[in-house]
């Protein structure tokens, strides 16, 4: 059980260029979310979905595309990096259950710099 | 949306000592969640609580809801208790939770 699996850890690009972080998890989590963390600053949430085929815009969306094709899987897309997007990214998934614990699991993280 | 402000923002604790973060909202949740960042970054959950009080080893949490507020305290500090805790609280799920600054808590031996 790899739990959250996010790469790569560790990104440079240029700016202009675009990538995409990958994120899956094995928990079969109807929840994922991505979210990011500034020097000093708690996580800010990007972009979620509640299930494949649904995905929904969080506090920061500007500049960063989603799509959930399958339950496992919430890559995260930056369209045309700039400097401002330099940060680490944190993937995160969680089961939507009310009688459960809907405790948050945390992939280890992208560090991203865009020069 | 909500605000969660945490305090202190920083602590420095001889090994051995206790301490308690505090965790203000700004509004009804039903969702609150505890992190430890870990200093290479990992972050790991400590406590689901959105109400009531929990405890697992030298850790405990409590959050009083009608008052909007959690507290964490940790017990006899070691130096691996080091890294930077966070709140975290939603409405609905925790896949759309707003995080607090945190508080950066170094353990001193």
């Known amino acids: 059980n790899a739990g959250v699996t996010q790469t790569p850890k560790f990104q440079v690009l240029k700016t202009g260029q675009s990538m995409t972080l990958q994120c899956a998890q094995d928990?079969?989590?109807?929840?994922m979310s991505w979210y990011r963390q500034d020097p000093g600053m708690g996580l800010r949430l990007i972009h979620y979905s509640v299930g494949a085929g649904i995905t929904d815009q969080g506090e920061v969306p500007n500049g960063y595309n989603v799509s959930r094709s399958t339950t496992e899987d919430f890559p995260l897309r930056l369209l045309s990096a700039a400097p401002s997007q330099t940060s680490v990214y944190f993937c995160a998934s969680s089961y939507v259950r009310i009688s459960a614990d809907e405790k948050l699991f945390f992939g280890s993280g992208t560090q991203l710099s865009v020069l | 949306g909500i605000q969660v402000e945490q305090s202190p923002p920083d602590l420095i604790l001889q090994e051995g000592a206790n301490s308690t973060l505090r965790c203000n909202f700004s509004?009804?949740?039903?969702?609150l969640q505890w992190f430890h960042q870990n200093p290479w970054g990992q972050l790991i959950n400590l406590f689901y609580i959105p109400s009531g009080t929990k405890q697992n080893g030298r850790l405990s949490a409590t959050t009083v809801a009608t008052e909007r507020y959690s507290l964490l305290y940790i017990s006899s500090s070691q130096t691996t208790d080091s890294g930077v805790y966070f709140c975290?609280?939603?409405?609905?799920?925790?896949?759309?939770?707003?995080f607090g600054d945190g508080t950066t808590l170094t353990v001193k031996p």
């Open positions: 975290a609280v939603a409405y609905t799920n925790a896949g759309k939770s707003t």
């Open positions: 509004d009804s949740v039903n969702n």
């Open positions: 928990m079969n989590h109807e929840y």
